[in-house]
């Protein structure tokens, strides 16, 4: 394995924002079936050592491949942009008063006749958005040109917004079964 390969020629893939789950799923596991440490136990400590860094990368990679934000960031990365440099975390204003409004939604949930319905109706809304988003985002990695990533990186951002309503959205839920 090359450690200066990106993580989509790790794993044979198309660098792309749009990725198929199942054959990610597949090659990881096929890697990891190579390389795990376990099928090194007789092997030289430096062969342990490699096979342990190696499955290290492939988790890695497999983890950041999976889940659509961490991909869109790598993807940025891989063209120049740091998503986490604090010059590219501007908001635009409607979305900010937006975000305002479901937090809103959500703290009101436990004044409601029927606060699991309510959560629930607020998930689902919130999944209709980040599923939005996550088509722009696909637009944008299509488009392939700076201003394209910048847009970006912007998505990502709202993204990363939706994703920590939606962790305090299943907390809530989780409470109330």
Do not use: W
């Not at 990186?153 to 839920?173: C, G, R, S, T």
């Amino acid at each position: 394995m090359n450690h200066s390969d990106n993580y989509f020629q790790l794993f044979q893939i198309d660098e792309s924002f749009t990725v198929d789950i199942t054959q990610l799923t597949e090659r990881y596991r096929a890697l990891q079936k190579v390389l795990h440490p376990d099928n090194f136990a007789g092997a030289s400590d430096r062969e342990r050592r490699l096979s342990v860094q190696q499955s290290s990368i492939v988790n890695d990679a497999f983890t950041v491949l999976k889940t659509p934000v961490a991909r869109a960031k790598y993807l940025l990365q891989l063209n120049g942009m740091d998503v986490d440099d604090e010059n590219n975390n501007i908001m635009d204003p409607m979305f900010l008063m937006q975000q305002m409004e479901l937090r809103e939604s959500l703290e009101e949930v436990g004044g409601v006749s029927d606060p699991l319905q309510a959560l629930e109706d607020l998930a689902d809304d919130l999944s209709a958005r980040m599923k939005m988003l996550q088509s722009e985002l696909q637009v944008c990695f299509e488009s392939g040109d700076i201003a394209s990533y910048e847009q970006a990186a912007q998505l990502v951002h709202k993204l990363q917004f939706f994703i920590k309503l939606q962790e305090e959205i299943d907390a809530q839920l989780a409470r109330l079964d």
